[in-house]
């Protein structure tokens, strides 16, 4: 009988290393269940191990760190190595699913593997834990009935003020929240570039280090954010984890 898939959330950020640290986050079931577990996937070996110390504290670990086994799924994994992955499932073994922050399988390489275990009748239990989109969305003040992630926008400045333009058209014509990512150390950049592609009346939210004892989430309308930063009363975002989102008046 196959093993199961457990998708283990992560922390936001930093986390300070103390006992009862992970518990304003993650329930105690699942840093119990997580300890318990001896094989995961997850998309950095390295963050996933600071990870399970965190776990540690509080949930002795079913082998030393250095025994229980981790495989690495990120963006340059091929997808014929997935099989290999599920391989210890297909075996009977229960393995974990670790995002690198927030939620696996959500703006994640983690879903491909979630559909493979899926196709070969491997059940898949997510567990609770923060996910920046929600957090985001529920802080917002904006549309929580409907809403859409877009992940990150092009690059290319025309191509990228072409696709918020889009957006715009479609949080106005269906009244959607809209969603979207970028690195961290081009949100000046993006939130410069709604400031200048969306309507006045907009309203945009800046949602930053959510979880975090850094957080800040502000929503104002485009007119309003153009003139603060005009004023240098920009959001401090700098290189920080940040969810940007809008809907169209």
Not at 55 to 65: G, S
Not at 75 to 80: E, H, I, K, R
Not at 164 to 173: F, P, W, Y
Request: proline letters at 8%.
């Amino acid at each position: 009988m196959p093993g199961t898939l457990y998708l283990i959330p992560n922390t936001l950020g930093p986390t300070t290393a103390a006992p009862g640290a992970l518990s304003a986050l993650l329930p105690a079931q699942v840093q119990a269940l997580t300890s318990r577990l001896d094989y995961f996937v997850a998309e950095n070996a390295k963050t996933a191990r600071a990870f399970l110390k965190l776990v540690a504290l509080d949930h002795p670990l079913a082998k030393p760190l250095q025994e229980i086994e981790i495989a690495e799924l990120n963006v340059n994994t091929p997808p014929a190595a997935l099989a290999q992955l599920l391989a210890p499932l297909l075996a009977g073994r229960d393995a974990g699913l670790v995002s690198e922050a927030g939620v696996p399988a959500v703006a994640d390489p983690g879903a491909d593997l979630v559909r493979l275990a899926h196709q070969h009748g491997i059940a898949v239990r997510p567990l609770v834990g923060p996910s920046s989109l929600l957090l985001a969305v529920m802080a917002s003040g904006l549309n929580g009935q409907s809403f859409a992630f877009n992940g990150y926008l092009p690059t290319d400045a025309a191509q990228r003020a072409k696709r918020i333009g889009q957006l715009e058209g479609r949080s106005r014509a269906e009244k959607q929240t809209q969603l979207l990512i970028e690195t961290p150390y081009r949100n000046g950049q993006m939130l410069e570039a709604l400031v200048a592609g969306c309507q006045p009346g907009t309203l945009i939210c800046v949602a930053t280090d959510l979880s975090l004892e850094t957080e800040s989430v502000k929503t104002l309308t485009a007119a309003k954010w153009k003139a603060a930063l005009a004023a240098g009363k920009g959001p401090d975002f700098h290189k920080k984890p940040t969810v940007f989102l809008f809907l169209a008046q």
